[in-house]
Each structure stands twice: as C-alpha cells, then as structure tokens.
C-alpha cells in the first residue's frame, strides 16, 4: 500500500405527472444525498459512469447493450443519488431513471453478497421517495412509477458463473410457492477472460473490464498502477478518460485496494479476537469447542454489522444469538 501511495505523486401521463412533480423537491434530497456521499470515496466504475463528464453517454451505452436498445440523447438520463444502503463507505452503485424504467449498477470486485436483493430492497423505496410526489402517494388515483431493474457487474478475482440471478425470498423465514414480494439482482461477470457478450455489445464497458484486468497484471510491481494506466492508453484503452483524470484514477484506485485491505485485516483481526474469546469461554466447556464457536461469534458479527449497517446493536445481538455487549466490543474493535 505503501508503494501505491507514492505512486499518487508521480501522476497528477396524470400519474406522470405526479412523478415529476417530485422534480424540485428530489433534486434537494439529491443535493442532500451529494452531501452525504462526499464522505463515501467513490470507484472508479462509479466515475466512469455517473461523475465524469462522459458518464451520459456511458450509461447509455450500457443501458442499450443490456435492453437491445439504441437511444442517443443524454437528456433521457436522470441520475438518482441515494445515501450509503448498497456499500458501506465506499460509493459503488449507481442509480439512474430512464424512459420508465428505474436501473440500479452496482460494481463487486469482492465477494458476492447474498444480502444485495434486501440492500436493493431498500434502496429502490429511497429512490422512490425522490420520485414520486408525497401528496400523491396518498392520493386514490393510481401512481404509476418506473419499472426497477437491478444489475450487480462482478469483476472480482474469484471464480464466478457468466451470470447468476440473487432473489429476495431466499431470505424468506416462510417462504411460499408464491411469494407477495420479490426482487430478483441480476449478476453479470464482466471479467475480460470471461468473455461476457456484454462487453461486445458495450465498448466502454469492455475497455473498463480490459483496464482492471492490466491494473492486475501489474499488480506486485513497482509504480503497478502507473504501469497499468501508460499500458492502457498505448493501446487505446480508455485513453481520454486517462488522459484527463489520470492522477485521480490513481488516487480512486488506491483507495479501493486501500478500503478491501483494510476489510481483509479486520476480518483476520475479528478472528483472532473471536479465538480469544472462544478459549476463554472454552475453559468450562473446552478449549477446542469454545475457540471454534467464539471464531464463529466475532465473524458473524462482524459480517453481520457491515451487510446491514441500519441495524441497531440489540438487533444484531439478537440474530447473532449473543449479548449487546459482545456487539459492542465488536465494533469498538474495529471502529464500524
């Protein structure tokens, strides 16, 4: 990380109309939500297609790839801005309405999480709340809304299947043959070896998938990143774009592997603390139970805490099966 950090100094209808009734007053939330985000760092994926000034035409590019589509006027797209409910201080989705439909991106170089159709969940109802009038939810005429469509890119090093579908009611405590709710996440792998024809259908698309995969290749050498991004504009590889943010994509980079360290050490730290706690706990019912079950305790916790960041400490104490306190020095620990 350190060498990284260095690398940063050497490159620089009626119900329509209740919808957009909604305008103003969602573009206050929006500017509250802008707020609030500019304490969450954002991705590189997310600047590609939200932040830069090519982000339009970008998202229309992938729009089309996904729906068969051929739109061209930017002034089709409205950005929607929600507060931190996908990833926790790190800004790694997008939301956006176009035509009538509602299309929420989201970027995982990690691990897929299986809570991401209940993050989604709650996020599209924040959305929402931007987008249809408050008078008019109360109103007995019907308030047709856009149509929610959720994607989730996977470009992590893991191996994972071209696509996957993620649905809410697998989270269901009594699920039935026909659920009330559903919400189904759609899973795109668009790691460049894996060929997705996503990333023929979508050229900026293809040459993100092409720039991760260079920044992994010289990823255990000296100036890695800097490498990766001279590499990619020789061969035409998201050229402008590096050409006039060169040195912030550095800088957006290095704290995405800084953010996903961090994660992997507090993890291996929640181990080491539930092992302690376990052995003392072990000392009435064995050593080797107790240190398994008090690994298991601080993990649970600890995941349990970063995929559900509203819950309260007696909430996860409860579904953890442990004491608030224990929730506590979990967190302490560990500053979440």
Do not use: W
């Not at 398994?292 to 819950?311: D, H, R, T």
């Amino acid at each position: 990380m350190e060498r990284m950090r260095k690398e940063t100094k050497k490159l620089h209808s009626t119900n329509a109309a209740d919808v957009s009734a909604k305008r103003q007053e969602g573009d206050a939330a929006e500017r509250t939500a802008d707020k609030e985000n500019r304490e969450h760092k954002d991705s590189v994926f997310v600047d590609l297609f939200y932040e830069d000034e090519t982000a339009e035409k970008n998202l229309l590019s992938l729009y089309n790839a996904l729906h068969g589509t051929d739109y061209r006027s930017r002034s089709m797209i409205r950005k929607i801005r929600v507060g931190n409910v996908l990833y926790k201080n790190f800004k790694n989705d997008i939301s956006f309405e176009v035509g009538e439909k509602l299309i929420v991106f989201g970027e995982h170089q990690s691990t897929i999480n299986k809570n991401m159709p209940l993050r989604c969940l709650m996020y599209v109802g924040r959305a929402y709340e931007q987008l249809v009038d408050q008078r008019a939810r109360y109103r007995d005429a019907l308030v047709r809304i856009p149509t929610p469509e959720f994607y989730t890119f996977y470009n992590g090093v893991k191996e994972y299947p071209l696509e996957r579908e993620l649905f809410l009611s697998d989270a269901f405590l009594d699920p039935t043959d026909k659920n009330p709710l559903e919400l189904t996440v759609k899973v795109i792998n668009i790691n460049f070896q894996k060929a997705h024809d996503i990333l023929d259908k979508c050229e900026v698309l293809k040459e993100y998938s092409q720039f991760v995969n260079t920044v992994r290749k010289y990823a255990k050498e000296e100036d890695s990143i800097r490498k990766a991004i001279y590499e990619c504009m020789e061969q035409g590889i998201l050229t402008d774009y590096l050409k006039r943010k060169g040195s912030e994509v550095m800088n957006m980079l290095i704290a995405e592997y800084n953010y996903e360290e961090d994660m992997q050490v507090k993890q291996e730290e929640a181990l080491r603390i539930g092992e302690k706690r376990g052995e003392k706990r072990g000392r009435k019912e064995g050593k080797k139970q107790g240190k398994k079950e008090g690994i298991f305790l601080s993990g649970k916790i600890f995941q349990m805490v970063n995929a559900n960041p509203e819950y309260t400490d007696e909430q996860i104490a409860e579904k953890a099966a442990c004491s608030i306190e224990e929730v506590k020095d979990v967190r302490k620990m560990f500053s979440i």
